[in-house]
C-alpha cells in the first residue's frame, strides 16, 4: 500500500515540476475590461426576457441593472482605454502571471468540494460528504500522520452532530 | 495510548451521532413561518402566539419564523412541505386575493394547498395626510380632490393591500387618474415617508402611523371600515364605508398544509383560540398594536378573500397599470 | 436616553446573552489568531448560524467575533511574529521583540488591556455619539439616501484593492447580483432563469461563503502548508507590569483610543489604518522613540487599543445611516436587517430598547473579552500551531453545513460553490471582493431609493442635486473620490520610484 502511495506521489511530483515551469502572462487589466464589457452586454441583452416591466411604471425593474452594466461599461472602457494608452505609448502593461500547477492544484481542491456536495445531495446525508471532505483533503495534503485521520473525521462527526442536533438542521 | 484514544473518541463521537439519528424525532413543535417583514405587524403577533403557546399546550409549542419575501416565501413553504407536516405558514389577501389576479404565474400554490386553522387579527388601514394639508375628514379630503390636484400615496409595496385601498377610496371618488402610487419597503417607511413630505398621503396600520401623529406630523382622515374607529388614539376617525366607498380589514391567516389530519387542526385552532382569550395577549393587541382579535370560520376567510377580490378586479388597472 | 437603558439592561442580561457573547468571544479570538483565517471569514461561517435567533443574541455572538478579533490577531503577532489579522501587524512589531527578551505574558497582557480600553471607550463614543447622528439621519429623505449608499459603495471601491475602477466594477457585480430575485418594487422576477429558488433572492451568507471562504481553501492551491511549531512551554514569565510601565502606556492608549474611534467612523477606513496612525503618533510623541521596534510597551499598547476602538465607531454609520464601515459590519447589517431592525433613527426610538441593549452589550463583549484573554491565553497560545492538514476540511464542513442551514437545502450549497469558483477567477484578475460584499448588502437599499426618488420626482434626475443634504454628500463622494485617486496616483509614483 504505502509502496503504491510512494509511486502515486512520485508520479504526482513529476507532473507537478512539469507544470510548475508552464506559466501564462495575461494583459491583467485588459483583460478584466474585455470580459467584464462583454458580461455587461450579456446582461443588457438578456434584460428583457429577465425582467418584466409594466408600462404604468415611471422607473420600471430594469433601470437600475441598466444604470450598473452602464457605469460597469464605462469602468471596463475606461480600464481597457487605459491600458491601450500604455501600448501606445510602450509604457508597460499590468501583466498577471498564471502559473499552471497552481491553477491544476486548485481544479483538484474544487473538485474535492464538488464531490463533497453531490456525496451530500445525492446521498441525502451530510455526513457522508463531510468524510470524503476530509478524506480528500488530507490526502490532498499528502498527511501521514494517522492521529490527523482520526481528530478530522472525529471533528466532522462532531460539527454534522452539532448543526444536527443542537441546531435542528435536517440532513 | 495516544492514538487509541483517539480512536475511540472517533468510534465514540460515530456512535452516538448514529444513536441519535435513530432517536424519535417527532415533536410537537409547530413552526410558523409569516412571509413578511420580521418587524411588521403579523410577525409580531406571531412571536407574542410563539411566547405564549407553551403556557397553554403540553402538546404543541409554537415558533415563529419571518422570512421576507411574500409569494416565494410560501411558494418554498409549499415545495417543503406535506401534509400532517409541524408547519404553520400566514397567508393573507394580498396573496390569496391580490397576487392571484395580477400575478398568477408567481403563485406556485392556490387556496387548496392549504388548510385553514386561525385569523389572529384583523388591522383597520387609515389613510393620513401631511399635516399641512390639514384634511381632517372625508369632506377635507373630497373637497381636496375636487381641486383636481396629484395625489401621491406612500404605501407597503406596489400591489399591497394598501396600494389596493388607496386606489378604491381615490379612484371611486373619481381621481384615479390623478393618482400615484409610492411603494416603500415596509409599513412603517411608509407611515414616516408622508411626515417628510415625500407623498402627501400614506396608507397604514393604526399603530405604524402612531407615533408620527402624535409629534404633529400628519393627520388621520379616514379608517378603511365600515364604521367610525370605536377606540384607541384614532377614536372618532370617520369609516369610509359609511360613505360608500370600498373598504376591507387586513387579515392573516395561519394555514396549515393541506391533507393535515382534522384533530390536528381543531388542536391547533384551540390553542389559538386559548392564546387570544388571553387577557394579557387581547391587551397587547388593541393597546399596542391597535389590533382587534378576530378568529374566523372558513366561510368568513372565503367571504373576505371574495369580497378583497372584487376590489381588486375594480381597481387592478389603477395600481399594475 | 434613559428611558431605554433601563429595559435594555434587562433585555441584555440574560444567561443566553451572556453565552453568546463568550461563544462568540472564544471564536473571534481563535480565528483571529490563527495566522490566514481572518474575522471576515469567522464572522461569515457563522452568520447562518444567527439566522434562526433573536436580535440581540444574534448581534451578541457576532460582537464578541468581531471585538475579539481584534485582540486575537495580536496573540500570534506576538508569539510568533505573525499577524493573524492585519492590523496586528503593528503590534508584532514590539510585541514579538517583548516576547523574545522573556517577557511573553506581560506583552500579551498589554495588548489586552489595550485592547479592552480601547474597546470599552469605543463602545461608549457609540452610545453616546450613535442616537445624536441618528437624529441626523432622521432628516435624510429618499434621494438623500440614495446618495448614502453612493457615498458609502464609492469609498469602499475606492480603497479596495489598487485600482478605483476595479473596485467599481467589483460593486457593480455586487449590485447587480442583488438584483436577482423579486422586484423589491414591484414584486416582479429578475435574472431568476426560471429557477424557483432564486426568486426569494440570493441569500447573502451563502454568497458569502463562497467569496471569501471557499476561495481561502481554494487558495491553499497558491502556497506550500505553513508549519507553525510554537513551543507554549517557553511563556513563562511571569506578565508583571510595572507601575512605571501603566503610566508610560496611558497617554498612548487614551490617545490611540481617540484617533481609533475617528478612524472607524469614517466608512472604508479600518483598524489597520488607526493601529499604524496611532503607532506612529505614539511613537512621535514618546519620550523613548527609540524603543519602538525593539519591544516598547507603548508600541503594542497604541497598536491594539487603535484597532479595538475602531469596532464600537464602525457601528455609528452603520446603526444610523446603514453605511458598514468595512465589510465584517456590513454583514452585521444583514444580521441586524434579517431582525427587521433597519438603520435610522426609528432604530433608536422604536426599538430603541433593543438597540440600546446591543450598545450597552459592546462593553459587556469587551469586559468579557479580557477575562477570556486572562484566562485562555494560553490556549489560544496553542491554537495558533493547529496544522492546515486539520483545519482546512474542518472549515469546508463549517462553510456547507453553514450555507445548507440558510435554508435547508444543497442547492444554496451549490450556489456557495458557483460563488467560489467565480471569486477565484475575480481574485485572477485582480477585483478585490469587498465591494462585492458591500453591493450585496447596500443593493436592495440603493436600488429602492434610486428608483423611489426618481418615482416621487416624476422621472427628474434632478432631485439628486435637490437639498443641502444630496449637495453635501455630492460634495463628499466628488473630495472622497480626489483624495482616493490622488492616493492611488502617489503610491504608483512611489512604487515606481522604488523599481528605479
Known sequence: MSKWVEQFNGRMDSWGRKLHEKEIRIPVDLVTGAVFFLVALVVLLVMPDQVAISEKDVVNGRAFPTLLMVVMMLCCAMLVGKELYKLATRQPLNWKVINIQVEVKALVILAILVVTWLLSKLTGLFVIGAIFCCLGFLLYFRCRKKSYYVITLALAVAIWAAFRFALGVDF | MKKKFLSLALVGA??????????????????????WAPSGVAAMVSQQAATKSTSYSDTITLVAEAIKGDAATVNTWVADTKANDTELVFVGEGLLSITSILDPDKMQFGYEDFVFVENLYSSIFVLSADAKLNLNNIADLKAYVEQGNEISVAVNGATSSEAFLAAALFGSMGAGDKLKLTPYQSAAEAAQAVARGETQFAVSHQSQILETYQQNGVTVVCAFDENDIANGPFEGVEGVGQHGYPYFRNRCFVMARAG??????????????????????????HNTMLLEVDTMSVEDVEAHVENVKNIVNEYKDIVAG | MLQHIIPATGLLFTLENILWINIGVFVGSVFAAIPGLSVILCVILFLPVTYSMMAIPGMMFLLGIYCAGGYGGSVSAILINTPGTPHAAATMLDGHPLSERGRTKAALKIALYASTFGGVFSALMLLFLGPQVAKIAAQLGTAEYFMVCVFGLTIIAGVSGKSMIKGLISACLGLLISCVGSDPMTSYDRFTFGVSRLYLGLDLAICLIGLFALVEIMAKAEKPLDRLNLDTTQIKDDGVITKAEYKRMARPVLLSSIIGVLVGIIPGTGASEASWFSYNTAKNMSKHPEEFGHGSVEGIAAAESANNAVTGATLIPLLTLGIPGDGTVAIMLSALMINGLNPGLSLFTTQGDIMYAIMLGLILVNIFMCLQGKFLTSLFAKVVSIPQEILTPIIVIFCFAGAYSVNGNYFDVGVALVFGALAWVLRKLELPPVPILLGLVLGSMTETNFRRALLISNGSPSIFFSSVYCIIFLVLIAAAVGTIVRGKMKEKKAAAQKED
Open chain 2, 14 to 35: 460515530m456512535c452516538v451521532a448514529l444513536l441519535a439519528s435513530c432517536g424519535g424525532k417527532k415533536n410537537a413543535t409547530w413552526k410558523v413561518t409569516c412571509p
Open chain 2, 260 to 285: 393535515t389530519d382534522a384533530d390536528k387542526v381543531a388542536e391547533l385552532k384551540e390553542l389559538y383560540g386559548k392564546i387570544l382569550a388571553d387577557q394579557e395577549v387581547a391587551d397587547w393587541l
